[in-house]
Each structure stands twice: as C-alpha cells, then as structure tokens.
C-alpha cells in the first residue's frame, strides 16, 4: 500500500510486533505513508473500571516519543504519522482531546466499537446483531462522532450493518453516507476485516456508498507487521469495490496542521 493510515501497537493489548517492524515491513512493501492510529486512551471512565483493548493514559507519552523518534530516523524512506483510532463516547469527548491535547499528534480516526459509554454496554460492536434498536444507536453515535468535525475518517463504517432485505437499516445507515459526504470524509474499506474474513466489509453499505459517491479509503488495520505487505488482499478490495461500482477511491485524509 503507498499509504495507510490505520495501524496499531501492542499497547493495546491485542497487536504484536515492535513499531520497528511494522516500519520495516511497510518500507518493503513501497509505503509513502505509514500512519500509526493505535487505540486512544480515554480520560474519565469511572474508578476501577478497565478498558481492555486500549493504551491507558499513563501510555500516552511513551506512544508519541517513541513514534516521534522512529519519524525522525526515518524520514528519508518512508513519512511516520502519528494518530489514533477513537469512539464516540460523549460523556468522555473534550476530557479525552484535553488528555491528547499537549501531544503532537497528526489525526484521529473514528471506530466505534462498544456502544454508550462503553463499560455500561460491553457488547461488541464488529458481533452484536444489527437489530432496529443496535443500528440505531450505532449509527446515532457514529453520526454525531462524525459531526464534530475532529475526525479524518470513519474506520469500519460496516462494523454493524443493516442485513440484506432490510429497508429500514439501509435507510438508517444511509445517513452516514450524507454525513461522510457533508463533512467530507472518507468510509474506510477495512483489510482486517477481509483478511479475517468477518463479517464486514459488505457489498450492501459499499453499494450504499456508491450510490452516494461517497470517497472511499483502503485501512490496513495493522495489528501485527505482516499484513502491511499483503498485495493479494489489497487486490481483491479493489475487485471488491469495483463490484461494488465505487469509483471515488482516495488515499488522502486531513491532518490536524
Ligand atoms: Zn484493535
Ligand atoms: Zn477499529
């Protein structure tokens, strides 16, 4: 991939691999652009509650200097972007950019994977069953995430998805088509998805998409350094879109400066 925006660290628990090698491997693969984007500590959560997929915020310091260093001595071979992958959770929004906000961090990207406030609806988003009452929420969550204007793109827009025949949902999920198109960000086509086969991306939101022109944006999801070289998935999004009759394929997002 020439650029990539969507990769991720073992600080949040479920990735493996040194930053090193994630650089290594997306060198070898021809990548202009390497963005990291783990997931972003969140300020506020109540006392002993632990959130198990992310950096805590005492990692935060330690993420930015070390990927500020690795930008600096590689800069001759590949640009290093430092972001990270964040929910909308209203109740921790401003307290979670404050805790971000003396870092120089490039972007944010939006992934909603737990729904509320997140330890008061543990269920995860990328399994729980797109029911009226689940799209809704997601999709209101996600819509309101979108319109802050703070985010580059929507990581996995299908995490949830409307199922074939149902009318409602599509028309439910539509509105994240308008607000991508509105706020002019790009959906995410997400090779970690394909590549453990899950049950997203679908050709029904991508179709969706289309028939909004909405801009569409390829994200590694990297959570190990192999698939940040992996042509043959990378190939097959492309079929997949085509299919899907998308045309509007970006691979640039807004950086914060
Ligand atoms: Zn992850
Ligand atoms: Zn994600």
Sequence with gaps: MLYNYH????????????ERQYIETAIKAGTKVLGFSDHVPVAGFPEGYYSGFRMTPEELPDYVET????????????????GFEMEYYPAYFE???????????????????????E?????????????????????????????????????????????EGDEDGRRLMEKICITANEMNMPLEY???????????PTERFFRLAAEHNC???????????KPLFDPKTEQEAYEFLARC?????????????
Excluded at 95 to 117: C, F, K, N, V
Excluded at 190 to 200: D, E, F, H, S
Aim: hydrophobic share 35%; proline share 3%.
């Design 245 to 257: 009759g998308v045309t509007n394929i970006t691979d640039q997002i807004r950086l914060r400066k």
């Design 215 to 225: 801009s569409i944006i390829l994200g590694c999801d990297a959570h190990s350094a």
């Design 190 to 200: 997400n090779l970690l998805g394909a590549r453990a086969k899950r049950r997203y």
């Design 7 to 18: 990769t991720h660290t073992t600080r949040c628990r479920h990735a493996k691999d040194s």
């Design 67 to 82: 990927l500020k260093a690795l930008k600096k001595e590689y800069k001759q071979q590949i640009e290093i972007l430092i």
């Design 119 to 163: 330890w008061d609806d543990l269920e995860q988003v990328c399994t729980m069953a797109p029911t009226p009452l689940r799209l809704t929420q997601y999709v209101e969550q996600v819509v309101e995430g979108m319109k802050t204007g703070v985010f580059s793109y929507l990581a996995h827009p299908d995490m949830l998805c409307f199922e």
């Design 95 to 117: 307290e979670t950019l404050q805790l971000l906000a003396p870092y120089d961090y490039d972007y944010l990207i939006l992934g909603q994977h737990r729904l509320h406030r």
